[in-house]
């Protein structure tokens, strides 16, 4: 069974920077994207990023596009993502999430492995 444990998250500044990290542990294949997700209360968990299992590839959504950096260190069977210049409506939790295969994809299907969730509050 596939486990993610997520860690970062937090208070952070309008403009200044964090990272969120997802350890990924018990895969069977080599091959998974991670995709990074976020919800508010009262409103539809949404894709934010993702990285794909098998050439690096990324994707994000239009509103992180040049702010927010998702890597992954395979050595160390982690991903993480970089929120540079957050902004308040950033605020949310986010969530990491896997599945096996090539490619990623910028919505919820997919997935079958979640993380717990870490909260980031953008705020002065």
């Known amino acids: 069974q596939m486990t993610l444990v997520q860690s970062g998250g937090g208070l952070v500044q309008p403009g200044g920077s964090l990272r969120l990290s997802c350890a990924v542990s018990?895969?069977?294949?080599?091959?998974?994207?991670i995709g990074w997700f976020r919800q508010v209360p009262g409103k539809e968990r949404e894709a934010v990023s993702c990285?794909?299992?098998?050439?690096?590839?990324?994707s994000y959504v239009d509103s992180v596009k040049g702010r927010f950096t998702v890597s992954r260190d395979n050595a160390k069977n982690t991903v993480y993502l970089q929120m540079n210049d957050p902004k308040p409506e950033d605020t949310a939790v986010y969530f990491c999430?896997?599945?096996?295969?090539?490619?990623?994809?910028?919505?919820?299907?997919?997935?079958?492995?979640w993380g717990r969730g870490t909260q980031v509050t953008v705020s002065s």
């Open positions: 999430a896997a599945y096996y295969g090539a490619g990623c994809q910028l919505r919820r299907a997919p997935y079958d492995y």
């Open positions: 018990g895969f069977t294949r080599v091959h998974y994207a």
């Open positions: 990285i794909s299992g098998n050439d690096g590839s990324t």
